[in-house]
């Protein structure tokens, strides 16, 4: 079977330090993968979608890079955190091809002071 | 461009009455829908998909293309399923498929 993991669980950063959250997807291969940021209220924002190694898209402008080393590997990061980076961050992978039903990790709860 | 509009942000019903979460969306083609839940301190799971046409824990979700909707209903609400309900449409953007969701309903079953 197919399990996804994220960490760390929660982090708590001071603004201007770098960033680097990491999902692991086991039981597949070349899954699509994702990232959104959960806000209360206001849902799921995607941020960073990958349909294979080095292919990132982008979906919102911001202070937030995405990297896919490795087939099963997606990165959150950032050179420098702003206050507004704070939030719930979760990564979610889909089959290729079919329907397009995402499966998430448990999330990270980030905290910029 | 695609849109999913749930607009019950809260929702409280009592244990044993039927419950109706809304959904309604927008999107040009032929929409793929789900409704994701996360209860509380547990990670966003799917619930069920449209394609199906399935009940999972007593829920039912019949997509009305006429009226854009996918509302998700049970007949006898339990308090176990005090969670985070998101609605979630699949369509193209460009050429890759996105997952949209909308942004929720808190449904609190009371005793």
């Known amino acids: 079977s197919q399990t996804i993991h994220q960490w760390p669980a929660t982090l708590v950063q001071p603004v201007g330090s770098p960033l680097s959250l990491e999902c692991t997807v086991e039981?597949?291969?070349?899954?699509?993968l994702y990232w959104y940021r959960q806000a209360a209220g206001r849902g799921l924002q995607l941020l960073f979608y990958?349909?294979?190694?080095?292919?990132i898209s982008s979906e919102v402008p911001q202070n937030l890079s995405a990297s896919r080393p490795q087939d099963r590997q997606f990165i959150l990061s950032s050179k420098k955190l702003l206050l507004s980076d704070s939030g719930f961050y979760l990564c979610?992978?889909?089959?290729?091809?079919?329907?397009?039903?995402?499966?998430f990790g448990p999330g990270t709860r980030l905290t910029v002071t | 461009a695609q849109r999913v509009t749930q607009p019950e942000k809260l929702l409280s019903v009592f244990k044993g009455a039927p419950v109706e979460l809304k959904c309604n969306y927008s999107?040009?083609?032929?929409?793929?829908l789900f409704w994701y839940v996360q209860y509380s301190r547990q990670r966003l799971q799917l619930l069920l998909r449209?394609?199906s046409r399935e009940s999972i824990k007593g829920f039912t979700a019949d997509l009305n293309k006429g009226e854009t909707s996918f509302h998700l209903k049970k007949p006898f609400a339990q308090e176990e399923d005090s969670a985070m309900y998101y609605c979630?449409?699949?369509?193209?953007?460009?050429?890759?498929?996105?997952?949209?969701f909308g942004s929720g309903t808190q449904l609190t079953v009371l005793p």
């Open positions: 999107y040009s083609g032929s929409p793929e």
């Open positions: 449209h394609i």
């Open positions: 979630a449409l699949s369509g193209y953007s460009g050429s890759a498929r996105q997952l949209t």
């Open positions: 990958s349909v294979g190694i080095g292919q």
């Open positions: 979610a992978w889909s089959w290729t091809g079919g329907t397009n039903e995402q499966y």
């Open positions: 039981g597949t291969s070349n899954p699509n």
